[in-house]
């Protein structure tokens, strides 16, 4: 898998020579200054960074305090790049999340190796976390994925402007499916729709995870409504077609689904509160939990009016009082 590297310093001739050496890597990008280093490694999160420590402006220490205190980007690994050495500074830098220092000049050799080093670990790491978040049964995202993924896109979506909508699906008369067939029919169904799910998530930043026994959540970033009720009538018919026999459901012969679709987005009422795209604004009203609480109680409007069908309710819409909270993963 390509690598993708941001290198950091705000002489050109210095990004020019490290590009130079890191050819071979895969993705290089730059950054002269601090905050542009922050703004790239937001736009696409990076595999590591060769950070400059000393910088007018934002320097390298406090770009990588930044990058820490971000959900998105805290397990970057960083390689300061500096022109100093000594105990002192090298325990700064490993006290703000450095991974590894390069001297300069810079060998070739060294950073060579000491960028395929931090590669090799990071895509270890990556790897080990992916088994992490999968769920076994269904080889979707896993609940602590979905709540990890939440909370990264409703900050991000905050702090850029953008919209973000939240699908829960649920299997209906599933446990009348396992009383019917069995067990082992159920997980196969279950595996079945996950990966319809899937195949309905078409860019990148669509989640597919399985929120809890028969229930599903697609996580939509950058989708406003429109885009959500697309997606969401394509679940409808990407179940539907897998033709899956229940003659155990009252609703329909074969296996379907409810979902409950929520949005947040500019027709919300709420949007202006979060114009200014602060995450400390103390008149933001709404939390990522009333985003979920939202798609739960317009899930619950999808079986209440029959199921097989799909509901949607704006962030604004969401009752505290009408249900209680979604349940927790078992």
């Known amino acids: 898998m390509e690598s993708n590297i941001l290198l950091v310093d705000d002489e050109p001739g210095m ?25 790239r490694a937001r736009e ?71 960028v395929r080093t931090q590669l090799r670990v990071k895509h270890l790491t990556d790897e080990l976390r992916r088994i ?4 076994a049964l269904t080889e979707v995202s896993n609940r602590r994925a979905f709540d990890q993924a939440l909370a990264v ?34 997980d196969g169904c279950l595996r079945s729709v996950a990966q319809a799910l899937r195949g309905v998530c078409l860019r990148p930043s669509d ?3 399985r929120y809890g026994g028969e229930e599903f959540a697609l996580l939509l970033p950058h989708t406003p409504r429109a885009g959500a009720e697309h997606l969401a ?35 919300s009422p709420c949007w202006g509160e979060h114009a200014a795209g602060s995450l400390e604004n103390p008149h933001v009203t709404r939390t990522a939990s009333d985003l979920v609480r939202c798609a739960d109680q317009a899930l619950y409007d999808a079986k209440r009016g029959g199921r097989a069908q799909a509901c949607q309710r704006d962030i604004d819409e969401v009752d505290a009082s009408e249900r209680p909270a979604p349940h927790a993963a078992p």
């Open 132 to 135: 992490a978040t999968i769920d």
């Open 207 to 209: 989640l597919a995870a």
């Open 44 to 114: 696409l999160t990076p595999d590591l960074i060769l950070l400059d420590a000393e910088m007018p402006g934002m320097s390298g220490f406090q770009v990588c305090e930044a990058m820490k205190a971000d959900l998105a980007l805290c397990d970057v690994p960083i390689i300061f790049v500096t022109a100093h050495s000594g105990n002192e500074f090298e325990l700064r830098g490993l006290d703000v999340g450095a991974a590894d220092f390069i001297a300069k000049p810079i060998s070739e050799p060294l950073l060579f190796a000491r």
């Open 233 to 267: 009538r394509r679940v409808l018919g990407a179940v539907a077609g897998l033709g899956i026999p229940h003659e155990a459901s009252p609703t329909a012969q074969t296996v379907t689904v409810s979902v409950g679709v929520a949005c947040y987005d500019e027709r």
């Open 15 to 39: 990004v020019q020579l490290m590009a130079r050496i890191l050819s071979g890597f895969g993705q290089l990008r730059f950054a002269t200054s601090g905050a542009s280093a922050l703004l």
């Open 153 to 186: 896109e409703w900050k991000r979506g905050l702090r850029v402007g953008a919209p973000l909508s939240l699908l829960l699906v649920d299997v209906d008369h599933f446990k009348r499916f396992n009383d019917r067939y069995g067990h082992p029919a159920g």
